[in-house]
């Protein structure tokens, strides 16, 4: 029920134009976890966005930032890919402090300059991108900076007008996503996030 909740309110989304669905550039890829970005992440990224009808070559102010933005490109296809994540302080993606927040990061860090993307799960396998920002404007871990990125995540969150909070912990389901290992994380992240599930066949 909260699954069925939620995806109606994602999909609510969408038809909106709130948000957009993550295709793969490459034909014949598949699509075994799903990423749904804001529209403001998806101007920077290259490919086509059919829910809007309009092909969209990136916000870009030079050749610089345009390669950049591909490379982040390549780095969501890799979690939509079903590919192997690493979970941890060096890892493809972790959890932010505090664990109650539910508010994670995916490390794009190649090239400089590293980019964070910040986001919820809405369940096991899908990943909701609110917000991306360069790693070196958020200065050190436990910044000002760091914490206000993290209150803005949360209330884009609550701009969606989901009732849903997010996050594995909070429904029945027990994982970020399937086919994932974890290191580096602190024992209360580790242990909230210890299983391997099966990918989430949820019909988009």
Same mark, same amino acid.
């Not at 990224?45 to 390549?74: D, H, N, S």
């Not at 890919?81 to 972790?94: F, H, N, P, S």
């Given at each position: 029920?909260?699954?069925?909740s939620?995806?109606?309110?994602?999909?609510?989304?969408?038809?909106?134009?709130?948000?957009?669905?993550?295709?793969?550039?490459?034909?014949g890829?598949?699509?075994?976890?799903?990423?749904?970005?804001v529209?403001?992440?998806?101007?920077?990224?290259?490919?086509?966005?059919?829910?809007?009808?309009?092909?969209?070559y990136?916000?870009?102010?030079?050749?610089?930032?345009?390669?950049?933005?591909?490379?982040?490109?390549?780095?969501?296809?890799?979690?939509?890919?079903?590919?192997?994540?690493?979970?941890?302080?060096d890892?493809?993606?972790?959890?932010?402090?505090?664990?109650?927040?539910?508010?994670?990061?995916?490390?794009?860090?190649?090239?400089?300059?590293?980019?964070?993307?910040?986001?919820?799960?809405?369940?096991?396998?899908?990943?909701?991108?609110?917000?991306?920002?360069? $790693?070196?404007?958020?200065?050190?871990k436990?910044?000002v900076?760091w914490?206000?990125?993290?209150?803005?995540?949360?209330?884009?969150?609550?701009?969606?007008?989901?009732?849903?909070?997010?996050?594995?912990?909070?429904a029945?389901?027990?994982g970020?996503?399937?086919?994932?290992?974890?290191?580096?994380?602190?024992?209360?992240?580790?242990?909230?996030?210890?299983? $391997?599930?099966?990918?989430?066949?949820?019909?988009?």
């Amino acid at each position: 029920m909260i699954y069925m909740s939620i995806r109606d309110e994602i999909k609510r989304s969408v038809e909106n134009q709130q948000l957009v669905l993550l295709q793969p550039t490459l034909p014949g890829s598949s699509m075994k976890r799903f990423i749904f970005a804001v529209l403001e992440i998806m101007t920077l990224l290259y490919f086509a966005v059919p829910e809007i009808m309009t092909l969209l070559y990136g916000a870009w102010t030079g050749r610089e930032q345009e390669i950049r933005w591909k490379r982040v490109c390549a780095d969501l296809e890799w979690f939509i890919e079903g590919r192997l994540i690493v979970v941890g302080d060096d890892g493809y993606m972790k959890p932010l402090d505090p664990a109650e927040d539910e508010v994670w990061e995916i490390r794009c860090v190649d090239p400089d300059p590293s980019i964070r993307i910040f986001g919820r799960f809405s369940e096991t396998d899908v990943f909701i991108a609110l917000g991306h920002h360069c $790693r070196e404007e958020l200065e050190e871990k436990g910044s000002v900076e760091w914490a206000a990125a993290i209150r803005a995540c949360k209330a884009d969150w609550r701009k969606q007008k989901w009732n849903y909070k997010s996050g594995p912990s909070e429904a029945p389901r027990k994982g970020c996503c399937a086919n994932y290992s974890m290191v580096g994380c602190s024992g209360q992240l580790g242990n909230r996030y210890d299983q $391997r599930l099966s990918a989430c066949d949820i019909g988009w």
